[in-house]
């Protein structure tokens, strides 16, 4: 969960599981009347203003950790004033050890080891939804929405101002949040819900105003009441943020490279906008996006056939996500990501290369954004409403030739993107039903992508979910379908692509259609159970997806053709004890088949988690997959019988109270049958060298050895297809290293450097024998003696009268991604940021893991420097 709901310092989950006495827990008990000021307030953390005092003052705070239900050890109290233009919300936080309060200084948005308030306004008064406003001792903000009651989304970002004071009697801490920020109905008088929570971090007591038991899945709609308010009836909004870029670029190139002539200039401007189409649904937009300040993805080596998913980074596909999004999956595991809008799509690197037509080439690594506009809000009657049109740019690479001949090619088309999602909120929030559906047409006549891309694809779904059994129970349920259409060629590509390999030779539900210029597909995903109560929780599901269901145009979906059954078993105890806080313990088992249909496999896993009194903790799990058939091992060849796999992974996490912290997991598994195994370790850890000063370090490390890697298919001289395997030893290393320095709350300063390097090297190539082969040995024939030989880095093999080649997959990689930002907020939502960023890569074909060895080929290797200064002014009105 979110920083809301569970400390941000102390935990990033929501907690649920002691009894409480029905009485205390009833939301509408608290209730809290806003005042109207008559006087100025002056916004700086004091609240010496006589308005203050006329307000009356809420108590009454109930703890929720370490003891819930028992009466604070630290009062809070609080007021709330409003006028036309905003809400004022006072909190007096008492301490009796003021020099113990903790108050550090982070760049805003930024969960830290410190004391917070946090002020939740359910302004739409649908026990659902809620805009979030923090700030912790030193005066740092964090803000959020809250959604479909107990979810998150911390990437939403409000123009709000609030201040800070420590005095003898504990902390202050004083918002004033603009109307404008908020959504609402067009009453005059309004009563919404609301909620105080505060944390004290060095005893990690959490306190809120309303009570939220922790045995309660439910967090908006155990808000309390806020009366009094009284509004103008139409509120006008519109906020302008106009941004202007200057800089240069440097980008590495060969010295007889046409296009690496020094500097390239980097100047452009666009502008983001908001306009309040009413007081409770918002317009925003964006024209020519600038998304030069996200981080980088991290570095990967992806030796699989599915794509590797890469989470959301910019402003305005952030911002609101939580409406337009339209999940396909369940948990955790491989097909957690699998959703009908995946935003990065929008504006992805062109899908062509200048390489394919020339000796040298310059091209954009992503695809212009001419423009996106979303509609978003939630009206009284419980509708809400989340649409969104983006249009990018044909995108053109630069090509030279050897000769000097200069030409364009096309390397992306113009796209059109649209999405949209419609839900109604039943029964006081605890049914919901929904629908959604996106579009993609893209302009493919006069490009080399007419038999690549799909000319149009078109998705759909409709959505359920229901809280019953005193909110202790949920049902949800998704159904959706897709449609792609193209050109017989393309529409071939999607039937032989990762997701569903129709041209397996032994598959008898599905074969490859060349003539064929569409393609169609349903997916459905449901489950129930019992998600609140003290002890015991548990839940049945099924996921599923038909072979010709895909999204991947504008969603993310990494497979087709499987149906799951899962069942899933919890048992938590959250008493305190003398030394433990709270520990779970899971059990889950599953079974997957295709549609043909065929067991793929079966799987159980059980785990668990501790967290002490001292707020250390861990965790430990085990997890056995009975694989029966893998269909997807030689990428399109007949299906394979697969062998057990075992994996299991441990963590501990330490105080992240304490001024060095951190969190290391360690993982491993293996297929005794095969003789492959994996085992790998990632650690984080954070030093709080000063209050404003953090550094941290994030190694992570594996190895692997598979005896069934895929290489290639290819054909013989007799146009025979032939499948290669081979044995990988593969090691990876990477490390990421970051430095916050908050110099004040208005200006920071961001270091971020991650080197990474992976090898691999190849041996024991075979190729399939008897597909079914109940032993490993038996199924596979292993090329040896003059049956393979190399020469360079080809390989050729002679066996059986037949002879082919394939090139050597032995490989090097070692990538430096590094950037550094200077930012300063010189008023409230107005920025301006330095930024300067560089990359370098290097490869090659070794295939042995040599630390020394990648670190001097990543310094020489050429590296590509970017200077930007950006300045963005915002306007609100």
Known sequence: MDAFVRGGPVGLRLVVGLPLLVGQAQAADKRASAVRRVGEIRVDGRLDEPDWARAPASTGFWQREPDEGEAPDHQTEFRVLFDEEALYIGVRAHDDEPTAIRALLTRRDQSSSSDWIYVGIDSYADRRTAFVFGLNA???QHDMVLFDDTNSDDS???????????????????FRVPLRQLRFTADT???????????VQRTGEETWWSPTPRNKPRVVSLFGRLD????????????LLPYFIGGAKFPAAAADDPFGDGAEPQFRSGLDFKYGVTNNLTLSGTINPDFGQVDADPSQINLTAQEVFFRERRPFFLEGADIIQFRLSQGDGDGAQDTLFYSRRIGRAPQGSGADYGDYYRQDPTTSIFGAAKLTGKTS???????MDALTAQEMADIRHTSGVHERAVVEPMTNYAVG???????EGRTTIGIAGTAVNRQLEGTPFRDDLHEAAYASGMEFSHRFAGDMWNANAKLAGSHVRGSPEAIEITQRASQRFFQRPDAEHVHVDETRESLSGLAMVGDVGRTGGQFWRFAVGVDARTPGFEVNDVGFQREADFAVGWVWTQFRDQRPSKHVREYFLNLNAWSVSNWQPENLTNGANVNGSITFNNLWGGWLGYATNFNRVNPGLLRGGPSVRADVWHNANLGIRSDERRRARGNLIAYGGASPAQGSWELGSNLDFSVLARSNLELSLGPSFSQRLGQ???VTATEDAEAVDHYVLGRIQQTTLGVTLRVNYTITRNLSMQIYAQPFTSSGRYDQFKEPDDHQAQDFDDRFHVLSGPE???ADDEYTVTRAGYTYTFDAPDFDFRELRSNFVLRWEYVPGSTLSFIWSQGRAASGSDGRFDVARDIEDMADAEGEHVLLLKLGHWFGG
Do not use: C
């Open 138 to 140: 030193a005066g740092v």
């Open 156 to 174: 939403w970002n409000a123009v709000w101002t609030g201040a800070t004071s420590v005095d003898d009697q504990g902390w202050v801490a004083e």
């Open 189 to 199: 008088t309004q009563a919404w819900g609301f909620q105080i929570r505060r944390v």
């Open 228 to 239: 009094g308010v009284a509004l103008p009836e139409r509120m006008h909004r519109l906020e």
């Open 381 to 387: 009657r419980g509708w809400s409403i989340g649409l």
């Open 421 to 427: 999602r419609v839900r109604k909120d039943l029964n």
């Open 708 to 710: 069934l890697q895929y």
């Open 788 to 790: 393979i030989a190399r």
